[in-house]
T-cell receptor, first 114, second 114 residues
Framework: AQSVTQPDIHITVSEGASLELRCNYS??????LFWYVQSPGQGLQLLLK??????LVQGIKGFEAEFKRSQSSFNLRKPSVHWSDAAEYFC????????????FGTGTRLTIIP | KAGVTQTPRYLIKTRGQQVTLSCSPI?????VSWYQQTPGQGLQFLFE???????NKGNFPGRFSGRQFSNSRSEMNVSTLELGDSALYLC?????????????FGEGSWLTVV
């Protein structure tokens, strides 16, 4: 079965600092990978996705992610965070041909300090 | 282009009652899926509909049901509400059910069961 691990529950970074959120997946084939962001009280907004091709994908709001098959990772990065980036970030894999559409990680809550 | 629209945004129900949540997908999207988000269980897949047919179902009791109409709008229903059903219910839409389609989420419906 597919699974996603986000090892960091909570990360705090200073405004202007760089950011990397970790995501590891388990999937039997070439995965479809996504990063979503959720602001408090809101739904999920798609940041970026990887389906195939270039392993470095660019998303909205200055985010990028790199797919590394050898490490089963899809880490999200941003060179310089802004206070408005404070939110919860979810990595997801899928859909597959089984019983689930998307499998989400448990999320990483990002706090930005001035 | 309008996004995924969910109504109502907030509601409070009493144990034992039932509730119906509504979702209008992005125009042209024919696949609608539902997710439950709770602090304890995270994001869990409920079910997915395409062309008025349920294609996939997650691991939830039969009290959770849904349907899709010919205009792709979807409703989900929870009968005999329990306190543990308190959650954010997210609707998502995509063009089709084919793997790799980008899935877009609505703002969610916050359900509180008292």
């Amino acid at each position: 079965a597919q699974s996603v691990t986000q090892p960091d529950i909570h990360i705090t970074v200073s405004e202007g600092a760089s950011l990397e959120l970790r995501c590891n997946y388990s999937y039997g084939a070439t995965p479809y990978l996504f990063w979503y962001v959720q602001s408090p009280g809101q739904g999920l907004q798609l940041l970026l996705k990887y389906f195939s091709g270039d392993t470095l994908v660019q998303g909205i709001k200055g985010f990028e992610a790199e797919f590394k098959r050898s490490q089963s990772s899809f880490n999200l990065r941003k060179p310089s965070v802004h206070w408005s980036d404070a939110a919860e970030y979810f990595c997801a894999v899928g859909p597959n041909f089984g019983n689930e559409k998307l499998t989400f990680g448990t999320g990483t809550r990002l706090t930005i300090i001035p | 282009k309008a996004g995924v629209t969910q109504t109502p945004r907030y509601l409070i129900k009493t144990r034992g009652q039932q509730v119906t949540l509504s979702c209008s997908p992005i125009s042209g999207h024919r696949s609608v899926s539902w997710y439950q988000q709770t602090p304890g269980q995270g994001l869990q897949f409920l079910f997915e509909y395409f062309s008025e047919t349920q294609r996939n179902k997650g691991n939830f009791p039969g009290r959770f049901s849904g349907r899709q109409f010919s205009n792709s709008r979807s409703e989900m229903n929870v009968s005999t509400l329990e306190l543990g059903d308190s959650a954010l219910y997210l609707c998502a839409s995509s063009l089709t059910f084919i793997s790799g389609n980008t899935i877009y989420f609505g703002e969610g419906s916050w359900l509180t069961v008292v």
